[in-house]
């Protein structure tokens, strides 16, 4: 079921006496349980789609609705603050340097779920798990984290009210190459569990062929190409084949040990709705894949 309607998209800023069309027309949707990655060079105007899909920024023109409910900022003061949540590429973005890990993740939990104390304590200690944190960091704060676990708590923190649709913006950029093959997994592991939708900015293209069922490629606020994974291995766009092309090239085979990427079970991969331009799930590049 498309949970997710992007319709004709436009921000405008003002610079002086021009004006730069940031969004200059996005029309996209996204199927619950699946990943449309957003791709496209610096400036195309990944981050501003996400930043207004999850409420922070508003539109200019257009409409973005979430099941039938109109994106704006009255809805983020309803239920959308619960359903949509962010994961940004600094995870220093989320979490609050001066709180322990324990105080970060109970606050939506308070605030947003209205859990007692003692039960935030313990969906605490259920979130670390989930991220594969051991339950003791709870007690550190984040300059105690090491780049990768600081992230996995911010998303352990995107988990903590209990999201349908997580905006992740550049999650593994600001993380060494082997650390961004772990989370790639989490995240394809958390969206299997727990029937997440995602919006996932990168100019990555590995992590985007590994972790994407959709894709749109961006260019001067447009999009200009978009369908399965196999935009990103046959483009039939110019521009997307030589954002392609500015890619290191190395054998799929290779990609997929040099971020690690580990087999996910085949339920996992949710089912590919009916009439939707994507690969069979049996398809996914990682299926066949075991770590190294
Ligand atoms: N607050 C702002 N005021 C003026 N221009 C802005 C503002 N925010 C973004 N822009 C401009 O809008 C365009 C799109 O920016 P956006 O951050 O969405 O691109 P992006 O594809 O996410 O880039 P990057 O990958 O570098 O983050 C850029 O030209 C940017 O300079």
Redesign the pocket.
């Known amino acids: 079921m498309t949970m997710l309607e992007i319709c004709d998209l436009r921000?405008e800023?003002r610079?002086g006496r021009a004006t730069?069309h940031?969004?200059d027309g996005v029309s996209a949707s996204l199927v619950a349980g699946r990943t449309l990655a957003v791709v496209?060079?610096?400036?195309?105007?990944?981050?501003?789609?996400?930043?207004i899909v999850a409420g922070l920024e508003t539109a200019t023109s257009g409409t973005v609705t979430i099941d039938g409910t109109t994106v704006d900022r009255r809805a983020f003061r309803g239920p959308l603050r619960r359903r949509v949540q962010t994961v940004f590429q600094s995870p220093l973005q989320s979490l609050n340097a001066k709180f322990r890990v324990e105080t970060t993740l109970a606050e939506p939990l308070r605030v947003l779920l209205r859990m007692s104390r003692s039960e935030a304590s313990t969906r605490v200690d259920e979130l670390l798990d989930a991220v594969h944190l051991p339950r003791e960091l709870r007690h550190r704060r984040p300059a105690e984290l090491s780049g990768g676990q600081q992230q996995r708590v911010a998303i352990a923190r995107a988990l903590a009210p209990d999201p349908d649709l997580v905006v992740l913006?550049?999650p593994t950029s600001g993380l060494d190459q082997s650390i961004r093959g772990h989370i790639v997994n989490l995240l394809r592991e958390l969206q299997a569990e727990r029937q997440l939708s995602y919006i996932f900015?990168t100019?990555d293209i590995d992590v985007a062929q590994a972790i994407a069922h959709d894709v749109i490629v961006?260019q001067h606020?447009r999009i200009v190409e978009e369908g399965g994974r196999e935009v990103l291995t046959a483009p039939t766009d110019p521009y997307t084949r030589r954002l392609l092309d500015a890619v290191p090239t190395l054998d799929p085979a290779r990609r997929r040990r040099h971020l690690r990427l580990e087999a996910l079970p085949a339920a996992a991969v949710p089912d590919t709705p009916v009439g939707a331009a994507i690969n069979p799930p049996s398809a996914h590049p990682f299926d066949e894949e075991t770590a190294p």
């Open positions: 921000k800023y610079t730069l940031a969004l496209g060079e610096s400036g195309s105007g990944k981050s501003t789609l996400g930043s913006d550049e900015i100019h961006m606020g």
